[in-house]
């Protein structure tokens, strides 16, 4: 039977992934940590305890304790919120991972999955229909972080037998938990704005193409990649999701589709360096032909469930 640890079940991913795991393993046996107060679903639906993923003597104590197969190590600084603090990003990001790769290799949680992303390309890296297999030199913290991190997973899997397991997320577009500090999340920020106020600043340029992701289908791919027949497998360290690809000016227009007056100004920050430093759409054959990924999701469906979802929780 397993057993699954949830670390930052608070968070935009954990806060969706701890639900769809218990529905399938059952709510006693997802644990869901954080050391944030997560959402009243998760609280209501089975174990919480908060844990500190830095506290690698509390981590080992508590998969001993409860007896865990896998986890989900979702903590991490993103890319926006790292620039502002370089090396505590950095030290937060990579002292994640390795306590949890350490765990693996300690106690029986074997399986682990651990979030890379689209940030791991840079400049130089070929922009369209980015390959699996390419130029990597990353000119942001939270890309090398996730570089670096791959590498490391990769060589637990190879030289300790640990069942690392890995995607690079594009943009993940969710309703329940807003995003804190990526570059993507004027793509969550902008139907949030849209329904509270019909208006919304972008700290993009409209031209700015993205590879992205709805949430349904990011979850769905995380679950099909842990239960895929390790044989499978032929990446052990992370491979490309593409999801959709679009820019600002686009999501815009899917908005206006619904509300025809939705007024929207471009106002690009720092972040707009570190958007054209990634790619704008990702080649993800190899996770199709490996385990099956299969996202469904574009943007004018997507854009339909995001508003329906934001009004019902805001009440407009
Ligand atoms: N969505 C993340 C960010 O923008 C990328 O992985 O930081």
């Known amino acids: 039977m397993e057993r699954i640890l949830i670390i930052g079940c608070s968070g935009q991913i954990g806060s969706e992934l701890t639900l ?7 709510n006693d046996n997802v644990f869901a940590t954080d050391i944030k107060q997560p959402p009243k679903d998760i609280l209501e639906s089975g174990p919480f305890n908060t844990l500190d993923v830095m506290d690698y003597n509390n981590l080992l104590h508590f998969v001993v304790r409860f007896k865990i197969t896998q986890v989900y190590n979702l903590a991490a600084v993103l890319s926006g919120n790292a620039e502002k603090i370089p090396q505590q990003a ?6 994640a991972l390795m306590n949890t790769l350490e765990l693996a290799r300690d106690s029986d949680a074997k399986k682990l999955f651990w979030p890379s992303s689209i940030a791991v390309f840079g400049p130089t890296t070929p922009r369209h229909n ?8 990353p000119n942001t913290v939270y890309g090398i972080s996730k570089l670096a991190g791959e590498r490391w997973g990769e060589y637990y899997n190879r030289r300790y ?3 690392f397991r890995s995607l690079r997320y594009p943009g993940l577009i969710s309703y329940k938990t807003e995003a804190g500090g990526g570059t993507t999340d ?3 920020e902008i139907y949030y704005e849209a329904v509270r106020s019909n208006s919304y ?3 993009l340029s409209e031209d700015t193409a993205l590879p992205m992701m709805f949430m349904d289908d990011a979850i769905k791919a995380t679950i099909q990649l842990m239960e895929a027949n390790p044989d499978k497998l032929s990446l052990r360290s992370s491979y490309n999701v593409g999801g959709m690809s679009f820019t600002p000016k686009e999501v815009v227009e899917a908005i206006r589709k619904h509300q ?15 958007a ?4 704008a759409s990702i080649d993800d054959s190899q996770a199709r032909a490996d385990w099956g990924l299969n996202d469904v999701y574009t943007l004018d469906s997507m854009t339909e469930v995001m508003l329906q979802e934001i009004r019902k929780k805001l009440n407009k």
């Open 201 to 203: 600043t972008c700290f």
């Open 186 to 188: 004027y793509a969550v």
């Open 130 to 137: 980015t390959p699996q297999l390419t130029v990597m030199e």
């Open 90 to 95: 950095w030290e937060i990001n990579m002292r």
């Open 20 to 26: 769809a795991l218990r529905k399938i393993y059952g």
């Open 260 to 274: 025809p007056d939705f007024s929207v100004s471009y106002e690009p920050d720092f972040r707009q360096a570190i």
């Open 161 to 163: 037998g640990v069942d």
């Open 276 to 279: 054209d430093s990634w790619p």
